[in-house]
T-cell receptor, first 114, second 111 residues
Framework: NAGVTQTPKFQVLKTGQSMTLQCAQD?????MYWYRQDPGMGLRLIYY???????DKGEVPNGYNVSRLNKREFSLRLESAAPSQTSVYFC?????????????FGPGTRLTVL | GESVGLHLPTLSVQEGDNSIINCAYS??????FIWYKQESGKGPQFIID?????DKRQGQRVTVLLNKTVKHLSLQIAATQPGDSAVYFC??????????FGTGTRLKVLA
């Protein structure tokens, strides 16, 4: 039982490049989330997926897109990376969602955009 | 090294002492609260949670206290160990998918 896994662990991009961050969970959770973590700030929600087949914007969705590929996988895409997107990205999952239960986090992807 | 966590408030405690980490939450409608531990270079790790119908909950070496009157949450760690050194932050949920996360407190355990 690996929990929540993310790939890659580190990535360096040039401005304008695109990439997809992958996330998978093996806990059979319904809800999945993408966050970014920046110095001095709490985790900020980019997008979430309440259940397979649905996705919704969070607090900071601009410049990102997501795909809930199936119940296990939730990917985050940067179409044209910008230096402001330099951050640590965390994927999380929870069984119920809706602020009712614990979110379990992956190890993170550390992204630098030059 | 991990850049997240710069300029966080820091609590330094001697090994073996008890630690108390505080969190002021923002939404009076929040009814579910979580404490996470985040070690350098790793993702947040669940420690303990509490619902608003309780004011205290205990785990292994940890206790969470909830004071809804003043919107305050605290995490108590008994007999603090070097492995407890990390950033600790609280999260609040309240019926939507948008949890609110605190910025965290860095706990340093002195040998």
């Amino acid at each position: 039982n690996a929990g929540v896994t993310q790939t890659p662990k580190f990535q360096v991009l040039k401005t304008g490049q695109s990439m997809t961050l992958q996330c998978a969970q093996d806990m059979n959770h319904n809800s999945m989330y993408w966050y970014r973590q920046d110095p001095g700030m709490g985790l900020r929600l980019i997008y979430y997926s309440a259940s397979e087949g649905t996705t919704d914007k969070g607090e900071v969705p601009n410049g990102y897109n997501v795909s809930r590929l199936n119940k296990r996988e939730f990917s985050l895409r940067l179409e044209s990376a910008a230096p402001s997107q330099t951050s640590v990205y965390f994927c999380a999952s929870s069984e119920l969602g809706q602020g009712k239960d614990t979110q379990y986090f992956g190890p993170g992807t550390r992204l630098t955009v030059l | 090294g991990e850049s997240v966590g710069l300029h966080l408030p820091t609590l330094s405690v001697q090994e073996g002492d008890n630690s108390i980490i505080n969190c002021a939450y923002s939404n009076s409608a929040s009814d579910y609260f979580i404490w996470y531990k985040q070690e350098s270079g790793k993702g947040p790790q669940f420690i303990i949670d509490i619902r608003s119908n309780m004011d205290k909950r205990q785990g292994q070496r940890v206790t969470v206290l909830l004071n809804k009157t003043v919107k305050h949450l605290s995490l108590q760690i008994a007999a603090t160990q070097p492995g407890d050194s990390a950033v600790y932050f609280c999260a609040e949920g309240g019926g939507t998918y948008k949890y609110i996360f605190g910025t965290g407190t860095r706990l340093k355990v002195l040998a």
